[in-house]
């Protein structure tokens, strides 16, 4: 099984324009992603796959590999399919290039979902988290999943999901981490399908495969990013680059 990494990095971003672009310490933020996630030895390859001439000779020029997008995509589900479609590989990860600090164990987690799979029949795995700080099961920005008993996924929400309709009852809630693992004929597929209502209505491109009746795998984690999304997390993450 040939397992790469991809990781999508677009320039412009709205609330914090080139950011990928930005000092982390001694090196930008995309080049730390690319080259810690290089450091895992988890994949046989890895890429950035970006929109940007600039991103692709940060890339290129520091010894690493990237591929520019031809066409503009909605999803970063989309810019990884059209850079994996000719590239020799059976599985994909995603790794979002503005989360530097990239952890090994998490990855290896999604990794081993396909290596167990013998009979081909996981489309996607993904990390998710428990939540229970009620403020943040609330907040329409986390999204929220709920599984089966086989941990798969059932349905993704911004909602809060379950609904806890007895108050006797303490429902247990998880977060979508966002860090996904694809089979690549499925991340293809995915990106030949319509998008259908309740993707349209809740805007989480992973309903997509529950839509159409693919199947998804919950791995738990404790595993929290630090994200870069504004110039304060910049901040707290070259604090972070001090203290290493």
């Given at each position: 099984?040939?397992?790469?990494?991809?990781?999508?990095a677009?320039?412009?971003?709205?609330?914090?324009?080139?950011?990928?672009?930005?000092?982390?310490?001694?090196?930008?933020?995309?080049?730390s992603?690319?080259?810690?996630?290089?450091?895992?030895?988890?994949?046989?390859?890895v890429?950035?796959?970006?929109?940007?001439e600039i991103?692709?000779n940060?890339i290129?020029?520091?010894?690493?590999?990237?591929?520019?997008?031809?066409?503009?995509?909605?999803?970063g589900?989309?810019?990884?399919?059209?850079?994996?479609?000719?590239?020799?590989?059976?599985?994909?990860?995603?790794?979002?290039?503005?989360?530097?600090?990239?952890?090994k164990?998490?990855?290896?987690?999604?990794?081993?979902?396909?290596?167990?799979?013998?009979?081909?029949?996981?489309?996607?795995a993904?990390?998710?988290?428990?939540m229970?700080d009620?403020?943040?099961?609330?907040?329409?920005?986390?999204?929220?999943?709920?599984?089966?008993?086989?941990?798969?996924?059932?349905?993704?929400?911004?909602?809060?999901?379950?609904?806890?309709?007895?108050?006797?009852?303490q429902?247990?809630?998880?977060?979508?981490?966002?860090?996904?693992?694809?089979?690549?004929?499925?991340?293809?597929?995915?990106?030949r399908?319509?998008?259908?209502?309740?993707?349209?209505?809740?805007?989480?491109?992973c309903?997509?495969?529950?839509?159409?009746?693919?199947?998804?795998?919950?791995v738990?984690t404790?595993?929290?990013?630090?994200?870069?999304?504004?110039?304060?997390?910049?901040?707290?993450?070259?604090?972070?680059?001090?203290?290493?």
């Open positions: 099984m040939k397992i790469i990494a991809v990781i999508p677009r320039y412009a971003a709205s609330r914090f324009p080139a950011k990928l672009m930005k000092m982390l310490g001694d090196k930008t933020v995309i080049r992603t690319y080259e810690n996630a290089k450091e895992t030895r988890l994949f046989d390859d890429f950035v796959a970006t929109d940007s991103i692709y940060e290129t020029q520091n010894g690493g590999k990237a591929i520019m997008s031809i066409k503009e995509h909605e999803t589900s989309d810019r990884i399919a059209e850079a994996i479609e000719n590239l020799d590989c059976d599985v994909v990860l995603n790794i979002q290039g503005d989360e530097p600090f990239v952890k164990e998490p990855l290896a987690q999604l990794i081993q979902v396909f290596r167990e799979d013998v009979n081909n029949e996981i489309d996607v993904t990390l998710i988290r428990k229970e009620w403020d943040s099961i609330k907040n329409p920005n986390n999204v929220k999943v709920i599984k089966d008993k086989n941990n798969y996924a059932l349905y993704f929400s911004r909602s809060v999901i379950p609904y806890p309709r007895e108050t006797n009852f429902a247990e809630y998880f977060w979508h981490v966002g860090v996904y693992a694809f089979r690549k004929r499925s991340l293809l597929n995915f990106t399908l319509q998008m259908l209502q309740n993707e349209k209505a809740e805007k989480i491109e309903i997509r495969y529950l839509e159409y009746g693919m199947k998804i795998k919950l738990e404790e595993f929290i990013g630090v994200g870069i999304d504004t110039p304060e997390d910049l901040e707290k993450a070259n604090e972070i680059i001090q203290k290493m």
